[in-house]
């Protein structure tokens, strides 16, 4: 059964920095994109950054442009999000997920992705 574990979420003041992890197992995730996305209290699910399987491609929202870095190590089956320059409005929970290679593939679309995590807290103060 594959997995998906994410942990480095905490508490941070704004403009701090934090980095997330997602460690994968029970599957060949070097050959998935991979994708962070965040639900805010209240708020609908919310895309965050994507990666194509080789590190080659990455995608953000405007929101997150310049202050947030995808990136991957398919020898460690483990994907990054680096969030700098924090603002409150990045208080959310972070969900990793992880698309198939027998599947089509929208960076931004949550239906993309087969597999999730369990979600990692971050709260930014103001």
């Known amino acids: 059964q594959a997995q998906l574990v994410e942990s480095g979420g905490g508490l941070v003041q704004t403009g701090g920095s934090l980095r997330l992890s997602c460690a994968a197992s029970g599957g060949t995730f070097s050959h998935y994109a991979m994708a962070w996305f965040r639900q805010g209290p209240g708020k609908e699910r919310e895309f965050v950054a994507a990666?194509?399987?080789?590190?080659?491609?990455?995608y953000y929202p405007d929101s997150v442009k310049g202050r947030f870095t995808i990136s991957r190590d398919n020898a460690k089956n483990t994907v990054y999000l680096q969030m700098n320059s924090l603002k409150p409005e990045d208080t959310a929970v972070y969900y990793c997920?992880?698309?198939?290679?027998?599947?089509?593939?929208?960076?931004?679309?949550?239906?993309?992705?087969?597999?999730w995590g369990q979600g990692t807290q971050v709260t930014v103060s103001s």
């Open positions: 990666i194509s399987w080789d590190g080659d491609d990455t």
């Open positions: 997920a992880a698309n198939t290679p027998h599947s089509a593939w929208y960076p931004s679309n949550a239906d993309s992705y087969y597999y």
